[in-house]
């Protein structure tokens, strides 16, 4: 069974500070990673995608992947409060962004002024 | 690009009665759209795959019959609710992707509260 692991949190970070968020799978085989933000109440929104090793980055994100290790991270730069939020890890095995996603129970992120 | 549409955003309904939720891909064709709830404080839940033209494939422990789907077109998928319960108060999403790699976009979901 593919499985998704991630810390729940809360993750405390202040102000201005690196957020390092990390994600662990068990599929060797999967093939597309990645990072999407939720606000209470409100639907996923996607952040980040990645599909190889290394580093890829976005603004004040970066996402950071190891397939050897298995895990995925995001970090995120000078840490806004707006930046808080529920932040969930997203993988698929099949190469296609349709079937087998798994989602892990996602990271809840405060940023404290 | 990627944009999905969900509505209603929101609905009350009494219990007994059916509830239709519809997800359209703005601009982008999606041969198969997701549909997940997610109760309070807890994890993003897949109910079912809505493949166009066919029937949709239901998780495990996810009533077919309680929970309609319709994906008519390349463009829209509905959920309906039947016979709505308080249990079934949840916030739903519906998400689509174009496919290969490409990730999946999620409508801003629909809260449903029965009374």
């Known amino acids: 069974q593919k499985e998704v692991e991630q810390n729940s949190g809360p993750l405390s970070v202040p102000e201005g500070a690196i957020a390092s968020l990390n994600c662990t799978y068990s599929?060797?085989?999967?093939?597309?990673f990645f990072w999407y933000r939720q606000y209470s109440g409100k639907s996923p929104e996607l952040i980040m995608s990645i599909y190889s090793n290394g580093d890829k980055e976005d603004g004040r994100f970066t996402a950071q992947l190891n397939k050897a290790s298995q895990y995925v991270s995001l970090l995120i730069r000078d840490s806004q409060p707006s930046d808080s939020a529920t932040y969930l890890c997203a993988v698929t095995y099949s190469g296609g962004g349709a079937d087998g996603l798994t989602f892990g129970k996602g990271t809840h992120l405060i940023i404290q002024p | 690009g990627a944009v999905v549409s969900q509505h209603p955003s929101w609905v009350i309904c009494k219990s007994g009665t059916s509830v239709k939720i519809e997800c359209r891909s703005l601009?982008?064709?999606?041969?198969?759209m997701f549909w997940y709830r997610q109760f309070p404080k807890q994890s993003l839940m897949l109910m079912a795959t809505?493949?166009?033209?066919?029937?949709?494939?239901?998780e495990q422990g996810v009533e077919k019959d309680k929970f309609l789907i319709n994906h008519a077109s390349l463009t829209l998928s509905t959920l309906t609710v039947t016979s709505a319960h308080p249990e079934d108060s949840s916030f739903y999403i519906c998400?689509?992707?174009?496919?290969?790699?490409?990730?999946?976009?999620f409508g801003n979901g629909t809260r449903l509260t029965v009374t």
């Open positions: 599929d060797r085989g999967s093939q597309s």
């Open positions: 998400s689509a992707t174009k496919g290969g790699r490409s990730p999946l976009h």
């Open positions: 601009d982008f064709q999606a041969t198969t």
């Open positions: 809505s493949n166009e033209g066919s029937k949709a494939t239901y």
